[in-house]
């Protein structure tokens, strides 16, 4: 029951819509014809379209790759890589697959540029807060500090050679929940490329990939939620010279109580919801390696971000601000639609 109410709950908060333009004249009566299909995995819904030949099974391959990280990064299910990591905090090593070190090996990397506010074991934090899961749960100061302490990346001990992991203080955990959606999407669009497919669009909830341009050649068009109007779209980017784009929001999972919004993002170092943006939406390059960027961005608000994002040449970000401003980085000006 709860994971349908999970599923109902969850479908109706897509955080970005599509903007799949059908061709219409001559030319379309001899249009590729896509395969699509949609799946609620990894907490979300998740459409693959893709053109050209044996796209259905190249389709259903990226969904199994979907399910493949999931199954391993899910920590609320027992069985997860995830979960036997955090199970064995403070205890044991755990020896995990590839992809889980890689994932953290990412994470861990992005905290050290972004100064912390992206923290892959925020896991007690998040816990605590239970954002979609607790109803309109506040937590009292004294619990955020005690959660607060057991939140460190810094502490995460990553073994390559043997491929374990370990988390030095009991009570610290995992939380993959930023990074394991924008990997298993990497991975699907290297499955439908290794399948052959040149033309594809994956969407996970906000997590945008894609390979090459629709089949009549024009650029991929995407939507981005307006915060405030699930009905609205605050912008519309053509993905000319980018393959992916990503949204974090504050208005997907949340629940609002005395008038204050609390959502599922939370700042590391305070152990609360920042509340200077209502979401950022980042542009990039597979190749520029600028994954998992919108998370720590929302964590740093406008200013700070817009510094940090520097660091990553070619991509580009959308501050959408709580008050309703919208800030670009100078390489997305002109190249979006309001
Ligand atoms: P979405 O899940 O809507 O795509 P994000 O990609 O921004 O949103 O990921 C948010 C999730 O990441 C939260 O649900 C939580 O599991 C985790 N999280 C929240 N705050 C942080 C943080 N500061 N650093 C790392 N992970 C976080
Ligand atoms: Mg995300």
Redesign the pocket.
Same mark, same amino acid.
């Given at each position: 029951m709860k994971g349908l109410q999970r599923i109902l709950i969850s479908s109706c908060l897509v955080?970005i819509l599509v903007v799949l333009s059908t061709g219409c004249g001559v030319g379309s009566l001899f249009a590729p014809k896509p395969y699509k299909e949609t799946q609620f995995l990894m907490?979300?819904i998740i459409d693959i379209t893709a053109y050209g030949q044996g796209n259905e099974a190249a389709v259903k391959a990226a969904f199994d790759e979907f399910r493949r990280i999931n199954e391993l990064t899910n920590r609320f299910d027992d069985n997860s890589q995830v979960t036997k990591i955090n199970q064995a905090a403070g205890k044991a090593k755990v020896q995990v697959d590839a992809d889980v070190i890689t994932m953290l090996k990412l994470?861990r990397s992005r905290s050290e540029q972004l100064g912390g506010?992206?923290?892959?074991t925020?896991g007690a934090l998040?816990e605590l807060w239970g954002?979609g899961h607790k109803g309109e749960f506040v937590p009292s100061q004294p619990e955020i500090e005690a959660a607060r302490l057991l939140v460190d990346y810094r502490l995460l001990e990553i073994d390559d050679k043997e491929r374990t992991v370990f988390l030095p203080k009991a009570g610290m955990s995992i939380?993959l929940?930023? @990074?394991a959606?924008?990997y298993a999407n990497r991975r699907a669009i290297e499955v439908l490329k290794a399948k052959g497919i040149k033309s594809a669009l994956v969407n996970a909830?906000?997590?945008v990939r894609v390979i090459g341009t629709r089949p009549d050649g024009q650029p991929w068009r995407v939507g981005v939620q307006d915060p405030r109007d699930m009905e609205g779209l605050a912008a519309k980017v053509a993905l000319t010279e980018w393959d992916s784009l990503?949204t974090?929001?504050d208005y997907?999972?949340f629940f609002i109580k005395d008038n204050v919004r609390y959502a599922?993002?939370?700042?590391?170092r305070t152990g609360t919801q920042p509340r200077e943006v209502a979401s950022v939406t980042i542009v990039s390059n597979s190749d520029s390696h600028a994954d998992v960027l919108?998370?720590?961005m929302? @964590?740093l608000g406008v200013e700070k971000g817009q510094e940090l994002l520097k660091q990553y040449p070619g991509t580009e970000a959308l501050f959408i601000t709580n008050d309703g401003k919208k800030v670009v980085t100078p390489g997305l000006a002109g190249k979006i639609e309001f």
């Open positions: 955080i907490d979300t994470a506010a992206l923290d892959v925020i998040t954002v939380d929940g930023a @990074v959606k924008s909830g906000g997590e990503e974090s929001g997907q999972r599922h993002i939370i700042d590391p919108s998370t720590a929302f @964590v």
